[in-house]
């Protein structure tokens, strides 16, 4: 005879506490994929669409993204793990100093190295810098190119005074079109 004592007891049903914010509850585990990629900047958005399931042509992904859900998800993922805008910008002004190490060889043995300058590295960081404070103007804000001159010549038949007929040429000279 078996003993009761020796059953499997049953398991308790429990639910685990997730942190996740009510107002993201509505997402599906696709989409919190898709933001939890974006948001390590590991990967490219296509990179990370296909790799958390979607197609480019996925319906429902076009309406989270329109409505910025996903947007919001990634926002409160990279606040949550400490990337808010003052990290980027504390990141950004790192970079504003970085250098690079360079290895010198002879016969594949290394005799030297220094650290220089990585003027790539300041020069991006200063562009996204300036980018962020306004400095470079909309493209869409350029003023459209001024029109061409108006030229017209007109010819016209005339009869000369001694009765001949000949052609008078009438040059008009005005501003645009």
């Given at each position: 005879m078996v003993d009761p004592s020796d059953s499997p007891k049953p398991r308790k049903k429990y639910r685990r506490r997730s942190t996740l914010p009510k107002r993201f509850s509505h997402l599906n585990m696709r989409e919190r994929r898709l933001g939890e990629l974006v948001s390590s900047g590991k990967l490219s958005v296509s990179d990370a669409m296909r790799q958390a399931g979607f197609s480019d042509t996925s319906?429902?992904?076009?309406?989270?993204?329109?409505?910025?859900?996903?947007?919001?998800?990634?926002?409160?993922?990279?606040?949550?793990?400490?990337?808010?805008?003052?990290?980027?910008?504390?990141?950004?002004?790192?970079?504003?100093?970085?250098?690079?190490?360079?290895?010198?060889?002879?016969d594949g043995i290394v005799t030297d190295q220094r650290d220089v300058e990585a003027h790539a590295i300041q020069l991006d960081a200063s562009k996204t810098i300036l980018e962020l404070h306004g400095a470079f103007p909309d493209k869409q804000e350029a003023p459209p190119p001024p029109a061409p001159p108006k030229l017209t010549i007109t010819l016209q038949e005339v009869t000369l005074p001694d009765g001949t007929k000949g052609m008078q040429r009438v040059v008009e000279f005005g501003g645009a079109a």
């Open positions: 319906q429902s992904l076009r309406d989270s993204v329109n409505k910025g859900d996903i947007r919001q998800y990634v926002r409160w993922l990279l606040d949550t793990e400490g990337g808010s805008p003052l990290e980027a910008v504390r990141v950004l002004t790192g970079k504003l100093k970085a250098q690079d190490t360079r290895f010198f060889q002879k």
